[in-house]
């Protein structure tokens, strides 16, 4: 079963840079797509990125685009969300999911996903 570990996330100023990462303990981990989702306080989950199994392939929310950046490293079993220009909007708790492979990589309903992480929570003050 694969398990979900978030780290990264922290209190940052609007403008500043911040890399999650998220650990995956599963020797198949190649064998499922990736994505980071956010919930703010009050709100519904949100698709935010998506990475398709090989790396090669990736998905943004237009909200995020040109500011984020999803990416993978299979043999350390590790997905990153490097986000830059932060903006309070971004202000939530960032949490990555997998989604075993044999599907579209890419998909913005939670209920798509297999494994979940607990969460880090990102907090960008004006």
């Known amino acids: 079963q694969e398990r979900l570990v978030e780290s990264g996330g922290r209190l940052v100023q609007a403008g500043d840079s911040l890399r999650l990462s998220c650990a995956a303990s599963?020797?198949?981990?190649?064998?499922?797509?990736m994505a980071w989702f956010r919930q703010a306080p009050g709100k519904e989950r949100e698709f935010v990125a998506a990475?398709?199994?090989?790396?090669?392939?990736?998905d943004y929310v237009d909200s995020v685009k040109d500011r984020f950046t999803i990416s993978r490293d299979n043999a350390k079993r590790m997905v990153y969300l490097q986000m830059n220009n932060l903006k309070p909007d971004d202000t939530a708790v960032y949490s990555c999911?997998?989604?075993?492979?044999?599907?579209?990589?890419?998909?913005?309903?939670?209920?798509?996903?297999?494994?979940w992480g607990q969460g880090t929570q990102v907090t960008v003050s004006s």
């Open positions: 999911a997998a989604k075993y492979r044999g599907g579209p990589y890419s998909d913005t309903r939670p209920i798509e996903y297999d494994y």
């Open positions: 599963e020797v198949t981990f190649s064998a499922y797509n």
């Open positions: 990475i398709l199994w090989t790396g090669t392939d990736t």
